[in-house]
């Protein structure tokens, strides 16, 4: 059943055009082409947790030159003539996630579905921040970048219960990802689940 998202009130504030420039540039570097700066976060976000198993420097950099490729290709895709209910949404997301994965197969690198939707997710929610784009008519399907810190939030003002396998090892799709999705949805209702990610996602006590 297709849900009806609300129009959910966001503020807007006027910012000095100069100091905002300024914290994009220190969190995102040279962010002269928007998707290959927030793809090359994105991989940081998440690059830690692969095991490359010695792979030479050299295919790393390709195989992430081919991942952007496809996310410059797929994220076009997102609009409302493409995407019209969250189940559309979910389709776009594992087929590119599977696309993701299979090049990263070839070279004999094992990259589960949990690391895949983090690159996946954090490339389009900071294409969202460096407002490259403003997603209108579909951000209301986006997933949450599933980690730890979502763990903790979600279990603790949501009731949704911590996976006990870590996000990055998560390599079931439908049974694993796609029903923490669902979990979220259900508990948010008509409020947009990546727009509540902003809202709650804190800096980690050290």
């Known amino acids: ?13 006027l910012v ?15 962010f002269a082409d ?3 700066a927030a793809s090359s976060r994105a ?4 690059n830690r947790t692969i095991r490359f198993h010695g792979v030479a420097d050299e295919v790393r950099w390709n195989l992430r030159n081919q991942v952007n490729q496809v996310l410059r290709e797929q994220v076009a895709w997102l609009t409302p003539q493409n995407i019209k209910s969250a189940r559309d949404f979910d389709s776009w997301h594992q087929e590119i996630c ?7 197969a070839a070279q004999g690198i094992a990259l589960t579905y949990g690391q895949a939707q983090k690159w996946v997710n954090m490339t389009i929610k900071y294409l969202y921040m460096l407002e490259a784009n403003d997603f209108a008519g579909v951000f209301q399907y986006f997933h949450v970048p599933l980690d ?9 003002a949501l009731g949704i219960a911590r996976p006990k396998q870590a996000w990055s090892r998560w390599d079931n799709y439908q049974d694993q990802y796609l029903q923490y999705q669902y979990l ?18 804190r800096t980690p006590e050290k």
């Open 1 to 13: 059943m297709k849900k009806t998202m609300v129009n959910e009130k966001i503020e807007k504030l």
């Open 16 to 30: 000095d055009q100069d100091i905002l420039q300024f914290l994009r540039g220190v969190y995102f570097g040279n």
């Open 34 to 36: 928007p998707l290959l």
């Open 43 to 46: 991989y940081r976000d998440m």
């Open 98 to 104: 599977s696309q993701i994965k299979r090049i990263y």
């Open 148 to 156: 730890n810190y979502i763990f903790d939030i979600a279990q603790d």
């Open 184 to 201: 979220l949805r259900a508990k948010l209702g008509s409020q947009a689940p990546l727009r509540w990610e902003f809202r709650n996602w």
